[in-house]
């Protein structure tokens, strides 16, 4: 989930077990630019604001934190609003990343559960790679599932390598291979962007162009909504390449938004340091988007921008 999307979830959530909370709520949204308010605003009005006024306790749950798009601009508004909402507990869950440990030590009213739980249940993920994996040698899974080692975001990277992989058993030796001070992700990482790089230099160029792209969006774009802002003539460049990309993303439909699939591969991505040969430059992904809405809305005669702006005004 983004941070734009939080609020509003977070107080229907609210509303739907104290009705008395829907007034509250109500009322914020009456303002023609809630949706365009910043997310602390938008925390204030909908989800702080009508509980202190109420003085009803609550309990907040946040589910895989570390997964949430801009999770440190939820991160500072739940900190600066805690000691303003005195009876709202917060709970959260996620994967142990720095920020997110830093941050919960120093908030009161916010609580963690033990990340070594969460980490991943070894019989879990045993389940869950023998499941994908059905139809291969035991050995061959027996194999994953040790190098796993619990961690279920690996599990289902190496899962969807093998099941498209020709030369099974040179993927798992790669996968196997000493990480050599790399994390097990990043490792995972830098052997699904090697799978999934084409051979030829124009091909790993447009690869290359649409993961600036990804990682430029703030809310996460469709398919076919990157194939309309891409540089490209041919429609289907972009659901190519998305599709070989696709064990590290989360999509269905060409209509659906596509998202990483996990926070951690922003940051390996971003980090010239964890990706090297595959570092991607967010700025220039900002360039490519910002050309492309220029090009859409030079295709709209004055005349069509001129009825858009007359309906605006009614």
Same mark, same amino acid.
């Given at each position: 989930?983004? =941070?734009?999307?939080?609020?509003?979830?977070?107080?229907? +959530?609210?509303?739907?077990?104290?009705? $008395?909370?829907?007034?509250?709520?109500? %009322?914020?949204?009456?303002?023609?630019?809630? $949706?365009? *308010?910043?997310?602390? $605003?938008?925390?204030?009005? *909908?989800?702080?604001?009508?509980l202190?006024?109420?003085?009803?306790? +609550?309990?907040?749950?946040?589910? +895989?934190?570390?997964?949430?798009?801009?999770?440190?601009e939820?991160? %500072?508004?739940?900190?600066?609003?805690?000691?303003?909402?005195?009876?709202?507990?917060?709970?959260?869950?996620?994967? /142990?990343?720095?920020?997110?440990?830093?941050?919960?030590?120093?908030?009161?009213?916010?609580?963690?559960a033990?990340? #070594? $739980?969460?980490?991943?249940?070894? %019989?879990?993920?045993?389940?869950?790679?023998? @499941? #994908?994996?059905?139809?291969?040698?035991?050995?061959?899974?027996?194999?994953?599932?040790? #190098?796993?080692?619990?961690?279920?975001?690996?599990? !289902?990277?190496?899962?969807?390598?093998?099941?498209?992989?020709?030369?099974?058993?040179?993927?798992?030796?790669?996968?196997?291979? /000493?990480?050599?001070?790399?994390?097990k992700?990043d @490792?995972?990482?830098?052997?699904?962007?090697?799978?999934?790089?084409?051979?030829?230099?124009?091909? !790993?160029?447009?690869?290359? *162009?649409?993961?600036?792209?990804?990682?430029?969006?703030?809310t996460?774009?469709?398919?076919?909504?990157?194939?309309?802002?891409?540089?490209? /003539?041919?429609?289907?460049?972009?659901?190519? =390449?998305?599709? !070989? *990309?696709?064990?590290?993303?989360?999509?269905?439909? /060409?209509?659906?938004?596509?998202?990483?699939?996990?926070? =951690?591969?922003?940051?390996?991505?971003? @980090?010239?340091?964890?990706?090297?040969?595959?570092?991607?430059?967010?700025?220039?992904?900002?360039?490519?988007?910002?050309?492309?809405?220029?090009?859409?809305?030079?295709?709209?005669? @004055?005349?069509?921008?001129?009825?858009?702006?007359?309906?605006? !005004?009614?």
């Open positions: 989930m983004s =941070t734009g999307e939080f609020c509003s979830t977070v107080s229907k +959530a609210f509303a739907s077990i104290n009705h $008395e909370l829907k007034p509250h709520i109500d %009322e914020f949204k009456k303002r023609l630019d809630w $949706e365009e *308010l910043s997310f602390e $605003e938008q925390y204030e009005g *909908l989800v702080a604001g009508p202190r006024v109420l003085n009803r306790r +609550a309990i907040l749950t946040i589910d +895989a934190l570390d997964e949430c798009e801009d999770r440190f939820l991160m %500072e508004t739940l900190h600066n609003k805690q000691s303003s909402v005195s009876l709202l507990r917060t709970f959260i869950t996620g994967r /142990p990343e720095a920020d997110i440990k830093q941050w919960v030590m120093k908030v009161d009213g916010i609580r963690m033990s990340f #070594r $739980e969460l980490e991943g249940d070894n %019989e879990d993920v045993e389940k869950y790679i023998r @499941s #994908r994996l059905e139809g291969k040698a035991n050995d061959i899974q027996d194999r994953v599932i040790r #190098r796993a080692e619990g961690l279920f975001i690996w599990a !289902r990277i190496a899962c969807d390598l093998l099941r498209q992989a020709l030369d099974i058993n040179g993927l798992l030796e790669e996968l196997e291979r /000493p990480s050599a001070g790399a994390s992700l @490792s995972i990482y830098r052997v699904a962007l090697k799978q999934a790089t084409p051979d030829d230099n124009p091909s !790993r160029q447009i690869l290359v *162009l649409v993961l600036q792209m990804l990682l430029a969006v703030r996460p774009l469709s398919i076919a909504d990157l194939e309309e802002i891409s540089p490209w /003539p041919e429609k289907d460049v972009v659901q190519r =390449t998305i599709a !070989r *990309l696709g064990s590290l993303l989360l999509f269905q439909g /060409p209509n659906d938004p596509v998202r990483l699939l996990h926070t =951690t591969l922003r940051e390996f991505l971003t @980090s010239r340091e964890t990706a090297g040969n595959y570092f991607i430059q967010v700025r220039f992904g900002h360039f490519t988007l910002a050309r492309g809405s220029l090009s859409i809305l030079g295709h709209y005669s @004055s005349s069509d921008i001129n009825s858009l702006g007359g309906h605006s !005004r009614r």
